[in-house]
């Protein structure tokens, strides 16, 4: 016998109810959520550090789109495996290889405000001494300003950019640095120790003096640096005073050989005269001079050269070589 329309409706309505009573059994043997201090608090910015201006800078997240506008930033950046969130550079940032076809935006003391902010990025590294920091933060864009000079600058960077990127371990790179810093130290002969010489960064002449990076790396090579501590670690020099300090050394990049022999005075120097000088070509410049994850290799590059030009023993005093 066929069920009338009414006892259809009501099978229907007792599965439905059924499937209800079912479903709410389900629900009640599923654990209740805990509660936890996390999820009663507010969300926490994701990153938050204190750049070299002393300046607290909150990101809601770690950056994908980033502006870099130091060499040595970009380096670090790219050391730390996160080359693909660069949108933009400087026109001096050119290593590795793919960072010299991202967009280029001026220099880095003076870059080209409207192309930064076409590049929409979350946020600009820079170093503290660009002229367009206060520029850029008018405008909403958000910066982290960062400027190592030293060995102790380089790993506290090196930290920093980090933490910006959300990357654990950013530090594995110094150590790295500073242990083929130091296998490149056990590379130097003894003979070239105590070599005294003269660092040109540029035609200023600006000379690396003995707190800078530079500097301290050539004093971890056994090399004595003819800048007092005193003058700063890059100081704009008189040229005289490099001729009285007659360096038995001179390194010094192709960009700054031009004209180094017409300096008064300067035909005189020993250095000179003997041929002891490393000059440097633009791809090995651009290593020495920035503070970032290639100073291994500048470390490398600076113990080849005392090397080659050592001064002989006995002209270097016994006090010296001991």
Known sequence: MKPTPVRRILWVIAI??????????????????????ANDRAPQPAVQLTDDRGRVVSLPRPPQRIVSLLPSLTETICALEQCHR??????????????????????????N??????????????????????????LGVLVVALEPKSHADVQRVMGKVGQVLGVPDAQRVWRHIDAAVEAAAQSV??????????FEVNSGPYGAGVSSF?????????????LPASLGPFPKLNPEFVVRADPDLIMVGTRSMGGL??????????????QRLCVFPP????????????????????????ASKAVPAARVPAAVRQ
């Open 16 to 37: 439905v109810v059924a499937l209800g009573l079912l479903m709410a059994a389900l629900a009640r043997a599923q654990p209740a959520p805990q509660s936890s201090p």
């Open 283 to 306: 791809e090995e410049a651009d290593v020495l001079v920035r503070p970032g994850p290639r100073m291994a290799e500048g470390a490398r590059i600076m113990a080849r050269c005392l």
């Open 214 to 226: 530079i500097g301290e790396t050539l004093t971890r090579l056994g090399a004595r640096n003819i």
């Open 261 to 274: 022999n017409e300096r008064p005075g300067w035909s005189t120097m020993r250095a000179l005269r003997e």
């Open 189 to 198: 002969p003894p003979a070239a120790r105590g070599t005294r010489v003269y």
């Open 113 to 138: 405000i409207e192309a930064i902010v076409a590049l929409r990025p979350d946020v600009v590294l820079m170093a503290t001494s660009s002229r367009a920091l206060a520029r850029l933060e008018s």
């Open 86 to 111: 660069l949108v933009g550079v400087d026109r001096y940032s050119n290593w590795p290889e793919a960072v010299s076809r991202l967009p280029q935006v001026g220099g880095g003391l003076d870059p």
